[in-house]
């Protein structure tokens, strides 16, 4: 009985590594369709930071979210170095920039 408990538990949590790499392709693929791995690289910099050292900078900040989003939709710079970054709003779709934008914060 403690053998197939135990097979369960990992074909469980096998499963769910497989829902979690499947959800972070699907954002990979989202953050590609919309341009943004042109300038951002998931591990490494490229133009902008790399996706997990914004992770890494906003972890604990609650607001962190709302101002990305903001931030992404109308541009800025000053925050990563003299290289801006612009406006990428109406170009990308707001529930687009918000996905993104979560699930890069997911990345730390």
Request: aromatic share 0%; no cysteine.
């Given at each position: 009985m403690n053998t197939i408990y135990s097979k369960l538990l990992l074909s469980g949590f096998l499963m769910l590594g497989l829902q979690t790499a499947n959800a972070t392709d699907a954002m990979e693929t989202l953050a590609q369709k919309n341009g943004c791995l042109m300038c951002h690289g998931v591990q490494t910099a490229v133009l902008g930071p790399a996706y997990k050292d914004v992770a890494k900078k906003y972890?604990?900040?609650?607001?962190?979210e709302a101002r990305l989003v903001e931030k992404v939709k109308v541009g800025g710079s000053g925050v990563w170095g003299k290289m801006p970054m612009p406006a990428?709003?109406?170009?990308?779709?707001?529930e687009d920039i918000k996905s993104i934008v979560k699930w890069i914060l997911t990345l730390s």
């Open positions: 972890k604990d900040d609650k607001t962190a990428n709003s109406p170009k990308v779709k707001d």
